[in-house]
């Protein structure tokens, strides 16, 4: 199994430009998030997912779309990229361990710079 | 919303000493996990726990949860180079969603051999 994984690995874009991220998980999971990680803030969660065709938003979704149309797959879209938007973006997914709590599965990530 | 402070920010310490890092939350939660990430990495789950007062072991890291279930610990003894990286807690507020989690900023532990 692959686990969960993401393209591309690095990014730069300009102002203004979009792209999409693609997660990929072959673990069945019901549930995928996209987070953001920043130098001292630790990993802020953008837009979730639980289950095929639903999304929700999370801590930070301004300028942030995401579609689930199959259940292996999460995008991550970027209308029109900014600055603040430089980050490294961590997919992961999950699945529900005992006693109520979800363990869950990250990506290797994707560096992105907006320039 | 609910927030999750994690302290000390980094911490350097000679091979062989111990760690610590501590986690606090402002709500009440419902379960709490930990993530340890490698430099250039992505975070890797280590344990959750679940019942107040909770206290696990894996090897040299000892993991707690407190009774009130708002903080949380990470305890290494007798720390190595492999122990190297950054430590996060994550926690499931006890009246939101179990399958979200809100993270702490991270412990970025340096071992110096």
């Known amino acids: 199994n692959a686990g969960v994984t993401q393209t591309p690995k690095f990014r730069v874009l300009k102002t203004g430009q979009s792209m999409t991220l693609l997660c990929a998980q072959d673990?069945?999971?019901?549930?995928m998030y996209w987070y953001r990680q920043d130098p001292g803030m630790g990993l802020r969660l953008i837009h979730y997912?639980?289950?095929?065709?639903?999304?929700a938003k999370g801590e930070v979704p301004d300028g942030y779309n995401v579609s689930r149309l199959k259940k292996q797959n999460f995008l991550l879209g970027l209308e029109s990229a900014a600055p603040s938007q430089t980050s490294v973006y961590f997919c992961?997914?999950?699945?529900?361990?005992?006693?109520?709590?979800?363990?869950?599965?990250f990506g290797p990530g994707t560096r992105l710079t907006v320039t | 919303g609910q927030q999750v402070m994690q302290i000390p920010q980094y911490q350097h310490v000679q091979e062989g000493e111990d760690f610590t890092t501590y986690c606090n939350s402002s709500?009440?939660?419902?379960?709490i996990q930990w993530y340890k990430q490698r430099p250039g990495g992505h975070p890797v789950f280590l344990i959750q726990?679940?019942?107040?007062?909770e206290v696990k072991k894996q090897k040299r890291l000892t993991f707690q949860f407190g009774e009130a279930k708002k903080n949380s610990s990470l305890h290494i003894t007798a720390t190595q180079t492999t122990d190297v990286g950054t430590y996060f807690c994550?926690?499931?507020?006890?009246?939101?969603?179990?399958?979200?989690?809100?993270f702490g900023s991270g412990t970025q532990l340096t071992v110096l051999p």
């Open positions: 992961a997914s999950s699945y529900r361990l005992g006693r109520g709590g979800y363990e869950q599965y």
């Open positions: 673990m069945n999971h019901e549930y």
């Open positions: 997912s639980v289950g095929e065709g639903t999304t």
């Open positions: 709500t009440t939660l419902s379960n």
């Open positions: 726990l679940v019942k107040s007062g």
């Open positions: 994550a926690g499931s507020a006890r009246n939101g969603s179990a399958r979200q989690l809100t």
